[in-house]
């Protein structure tokens, strides 16, 4: 079956991209063809962490120069990878239309995929697009970490989808933690502090470690995944990723990545 997975996060530089590049090869393990979206314009960009440099992004298809099918590049740990551009053709700040067009033009070359598992990196935050990218997923995965900040935006990101879109369920990651167990205390705390105000299911997905492996990975633009893939840490990801995969998924009203793909389905 296809589906679509938002990347997000309450505050900036938690770890989003590296989970979004890392859960992407993962799911290459669990699904016939997937797809990573780049969505969000910060500095460390999914392609740069994957080690390539695409020539077009979305924007030259949002421009009329592109197909979509002549901008997405396949690299060798098998993910197609739909660049959002840099900085300086960025669409950060674009208007509806042209997200709608974005949703549009994807869904439509995704029905021609087979079974597709679209990844797609979202910029940190409550802004409209953050919000418009992550309610066109069917789930949505919050990447916190243990400081007071990163809780109190993940519950403000929370609370924003969920006034927009009324999504129940949220997958929540911690990352750069201690051990397994720091991981699900922190996610405990997380929890009850949510459900203190809002009524909403938080899914703990699992957590990844404070790495200097990971911070490497980056510095090598070569996915721990592809690079280490029977590390702890890459067993971690695939975790993470089979248990999203077991979470419920939201249904919204509005427009979604994948609507025509499912209704072909
Ligand atoms: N588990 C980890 N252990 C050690 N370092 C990590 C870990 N996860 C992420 N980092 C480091 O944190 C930095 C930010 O990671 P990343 O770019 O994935 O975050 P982001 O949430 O996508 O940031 P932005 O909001 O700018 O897009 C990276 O330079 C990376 O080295
Ligand atoms: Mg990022």
């Not at 201690?178 to 299911?201: A, C, R, W, Y």
């Not at 419920?248 to 509005?254: A, D, E, L, T, Y």
Request: with cysteine.
């Amino acid at each position: 079956m296809s589906d679509s997975i938002a990347i997000t996060s309450g505050k900036g530089g938690v770890g989003k991209t590296t989970f979004a590049v890392n859960l992407s090869i993962a799911q290459k393990k669990l699904t016939e063809k997937v797809f990573l979206l780049d969505t969000d314009m910060g500095m460390a960009n999914s392609h740069v962490l994957l080690g390539i440099n695409p020539e077009f992004s979305i924007a030259d298809v949002i421009s009329g120069r592109k197909k979509i099918s002549e901008i997405i590049v396949s690299n060798k740990n098998g993910i197609n990878l739909i660049s959002g551009g840099t900085a300086s053709n960025n669409l950060l700040n674009m208007e509806n239309i042209k997200r709608y067009s974005i949703l549009n033009e994807i869904d439509n070359y995704l029905k021609e995929s087979g079974n597709v598992k679209l990844v797609v990196d979202i910029a940190a935050g409550a802004e409209d697009n953050a919000l418009v990218f992550s309610m066109a997923c069917d789930r949505i995965l919050i990447v916190i970490i243990g400081e007071p900040t990163s809780f109190i935006d993940s519950y403000a990101l929370i609370k924003a989808l969920f006034s927009k879109s009324s999504f129940k369920n949220y997958c929540i990651a911690v990352n750069q933690v201690d051990d397994d167990e720091h991981g699900k205390d922190l996610f405990k705390k997380f929890q009850s502090i949510t459900s203190q105000f809002l009524d909403v299911n938080l899914h703990y997905v699992g957590c990844i470690k404070n790495s200097g492996k990971i911070r490497k990975s980056i510095v090598d633009r070569t996915p721990i995944m592809s690079s280490e893939p029977k590390s702890d840490i890459s067993q971690s990801f695939l975790k993470i990723a089979k248990n999203i995969n077991n979470t419920p998924i939201n249904q919204w009203g509005g427009l979604t990545f994948l609507s025509k793909v499912k209704k072909r389905a």
